[in-house]
């Protein structure tokens, strides 16, 4: 039943990786919420307190979510459901339930692109997200978005310009606006396209999401692009997670020096497609995907959308800025409990000011190149490193 997804999706303190371990032992939510405490502990790759916490039969906050879904016209989308899509249950670490509001594309047969950059854009990335974006739906593409300020909204316009399918994907409740001015922006995403969450309704964003957002947008798509990005940002991790993810890796060049297009420019250098126009990206899948993709021909100039009036405004309170991803987070103490060995080896490893390389964690810890990737990516996604240029890591938390 529904009710047993929800109830493990929310489990309070249970790790990610524990979730998804806990189904591949018992084959269902509702064998794991039936399980005794020794069938629990016998499952492979569990800490015995993550495992504990499945001990915890409180279905209340199941039932309240299901209600709100209901009233809210939002509908669950679990990954054992055949329109799951394929591609992002195959990533390290796919979300158990999407809460979907629209029609869901059959993502596993589009050429979809996310389209990520800084919040903090310039009227160059502005201008660039929504032209490409728009390219991108014209030409077959579907666009997916994060919906944030910035890049992430521009780029939700352009392909609603063009007519096209929008997947917004977003780091709260879909009943939440973030921003708030970006209300209209969702109502129209809805209804053009889908919008999705891992986060139940009412879910307010919090600094954290937004990495573990990104990870869904690059695995429902066959590339990413980045707009513009600053040395530190929240795309650049998406798009490492693309290229983890065996993703096409597109990046928008931006002028020499200037501070949102350094993380764009870096990433063409170290051998990213340069991408001017949204076929630069699309004739790469244009054999793949040989009915949905041509070329979109010319576009007329680019001009804003229009900006719509609502005739009564909301009431609302005013919403409190949620910091970029980008920004360092307050050094605080983690257990070690839900982390997996890997990871708990490189925090030993890290420090806190010296930042070391990848290569260097490798040779130190003696855990292969692809688990060390993707150890340091959860770390970073769970606000527990950093990474500086040169691919240099530094911790940013205490082990109890």
């Known amino acids: 039943m529904l009710k047993y997804w929800v109830w493990l999706a929310e489990l309070p303190g249970l790790k ?29 790759d569990v800490p015995p307190k993550q495992a504990e916490l499945a001990l915890n039969r409180d279905l209340s906050a199941a039932d309240r979510i299901l209600a709100d879904c209901q009233r809210l016209g939002q509908r669950i989308l679990t990954i054992q459901d055949a329109e799951y899509p394929q591609r992002l249950r195959n990533i390290f670490d796919p979300p158990l339930v999407l809460y979907v509001k629209g029609r869901m594309p059959a993502m596993d047969e589009e050429a979809a692109v996310a389209v990520v950059g800084t919040r903090d854009c310039t009227p160059y990335g502005v201008a660039a997200a929504e032209r490409l974006s728009q390219e991108l739906a014209a030409s077959g593409a579907v666009v997916v978005t994060g919906l944030a300020k910035g890049v992430d909204a521009a780029a939700a316009r352009g392909a609603l310009r063009a007519g096209g399918s929008v997947v917004g994907v977003t780091g709260n409740g879909l009943d939440v606006y973030y921003p708030w001015e970006s209300r209209d922006l969702y109502d129209d995403v809805a209804a053009a396209g889908v919008l999705l969450s891992e986060y139940p ?31 530190r940002s929240g795309a650049l991790i998406t798009a490492r997670l693309a290229l983890e993810q065996g993703r096409e890796v597109y990046a928008v060049p ?147």
């Open 16 to 44: 990610s990786p524990s979730r998804l371990a806990l189904l591949r032992h018992f084959g269902s939510p509702e064998d794991i919420f039936f399980a005794d405490r020794e069938e629990l502990l016998l499952a492979e």
């Open 201 to 231: 309704p009412g879910s307010e964003p919090e600094k954290h999401h937004f990495p573990a957002r990104n990870r869904i947008m690059s695995g429902l798509g066959v590339a990413a692009l980045v707009v513009e990005a600053p040395e």
């Open 254 to 400: 931006g002028p020499i020096g200037a501070p949102a297009s350094v993380g764009c420019n870096r990433l063409i250098r170290d051998g990213a497609g340069l991408a001017a126009e949204g076929w630069d990206i699309l004739r790469d899948f244009q054999e793949r995907f040989p009915e949905k993709l041509r070329p979109a021909g010319e576009l007329p100039a680019w001009t804003p959308l229009p900006t719509r009036r609502r005739a009564a405004p909301e009431p609302r309170q005013k919403q409190e800025a949620v910091p970029e991803p980008e920004e360092t987070p307050a050094l605080r103490t983690v257990s070690p409990e839900g982390l997996t060995d890997d990871q708990i080896a490189l925090l030993g490893v890290l420090e806190l000011e010296n930042p070391i390389q990848v290569d260097d964690l490798i040779e130190t810890t003696g855990i292969p190149a692809r688990r060390v990737s993707s150890a340091l990516t959860m770390l970073e996604i769970d606000g527990c490193a950093a990474q500086h240029s040169g691919k240099r890591y530094t911790r940013t938390v205490t082990l109890e």
